[in-house]
């Protein structure tokens, strides 16, 4: 099977694919790269997956979809039905920092229940990411919609380990005259989605990850920790350190991004509690607010503090902090301002159940 670049996609119209699948059934489908042509066809999966509910509006824009798909740092992934080039499928994979993205999986209604889900999530990202314009990409991030079981499997099959589990992460409404410019988030609306999140790592990511793992002595940090543990065998050599919480001022070194389509504030580092407290008024609006820690001895004061805040642990990141390019994990917390998330839409394979039953009941106590 050979692999080609998205450039020399691009210049071939779209007509090569960089692998094909034969089911069952005898029908072939190729999966390539969109190029600019393709974006009605990919609005149109969008439109009929979601009607115009889809929380990013720019897929129903033509012209903006088609400047996202030209972004160098964005691979649309799609499958096509080869026996009449009919596109059935999509996904895209984004690059940023040295990590990449996996998600927008879409299947026309018509071909579901025949695998191509599952083909797209597996086979077709393993190969996009051993392309040479993902050398420098030291894992790929990809987000799973807690009731789909066979993509988890999927997910799992594939060499992806599972870290975490959002409540009502996604947020589904009809985002077109919503106004960035107001800067307030979208408020809240229709169906809202937990999600499961895998990560698949790779060699040079454990090559420089820190193995020295500072944890707060407390039962849902190590659970977490312990699991992720269990799940990724690159581990097995950690050495964690467990530290009680001692009266201190802290250290304070963070950033914030916010996304107002999804409602989610991001942050990440060290923060002080005057701070903390100022945060959490400030977007006391906002649907959720994550709080990434890095795995530190300077981020024990910050998860004490995160928890006592109310904040709930709900994943463990590999790698995620780059000091140096000296790679820290972070512990991933939740906050909902107005208490709102669901968790009757999560179903989970037997593998992650233990992660969910933990999160489960931090939230019911």
């Not at 450039?7 to 072939?28: C, M, W």
């Not at 149109?44 to 798909?69: A, C, G, Q, R």
């Not at 079981?149 to 099959?157: E, G, H, I, L």
């Not at 904040?311 to 939740?334: E, H, M, P, R």
Request: glycine letters at 4%; aromatic letters at 12%; a positive charge.
């Amino acid at each position: 099977m050979a692999t080609i670049t998205k450039k020399e996609l691009d210049s071939q119209l779209g007509d090569a694919y960089f692998q094909k699948i034969i089911f069952k059934n005898g029908q072939e489908y190729g999966l390539r790269f969109a190029t600019p042509k393709d974006a009605a066809s990919i609005s149109s999966l969008f439109k009929e997956s979601y009607n115009y509910e889809y929380p990013y509006p720019f897929v129903y824009d033509i012209e903006l979809l088609k400047n996202d798909i030209s972004n160098p740092n964005k691979y649309w992934v799609l499958s096509d039905l080869l026996e009449n080039n009919m596109t059935v499928g999509c996904a895209l994979v984004e690059k940023e920092r040295y990590i990449a993205h996996a998600g927008s999986l879409i299947v026309k209604k018509d071909f579901r229940r025949q695998g191509i889900t599952t083909n797209l999530a597996a086979a077709g990202l393993l190969t996009v990411t051993k392309m040479p314009q993902f050398k420098d990409v030291l894992r790929l991030n990809i987000e799973v919609r807690a009731p789909l079981t066979k993509v988890q499997t999927s997910a799992q099959n594939a060499g992806a380990v599972p870290y975490g589990i959002i409540p009502s992460h996604i947020q589904l409404a009809d985002n077109r005259y919503f106004d960035l410019a107001d800067n307030n988030p979208c408020s809240p609306q229709n169906e809202e989605f937990s999600t499961v999140l895998y990560s698949m790592i790779f060699r040079n990511l454990w090559k420089k990850r820190d193995k020295n793992v500072f944890l707060l002595d407390n039962e849902d940090l190590i659970f977490l920790y312990e699991y992720v543990r269990s799940q990724a065998k690159k581990m097995k050599n950690d050495t964690l350190i467990l530290k009680k919480e001692k009266k201190s001022k802290g250290y304070e070194l963070y950033g914030v991004s916010k996304d107002y389509y999804l409602s989610h504030v991001k942050l990440f580092g060290y923060i002080k509690e005057k701070s903390i407290s100022n945060l959490l008024k400030t977007y006391k609006n906002w649907r959720i607010i994550l709080w990434k820690i890095p795995t530190t001895e300077n981020g024990i004061h910050s998860m004490s503090l995160a928890l006592k805040k109310g904040f709930k642990v709900v994943g463990y990141d590999i790698g995620f902090n780059n000091i140096n390019w000296t790679l820290f994990d972070s512990i991933i917390l939740a906050y909902y301002p107005n208490g709102n998330y669901n968790l009757s839409d999560i179903n989970c394979i037997d593998t992650i159940k233990p992660l969910f039953n933990r999160i489960k009941q931090q939230f019911i106590t």
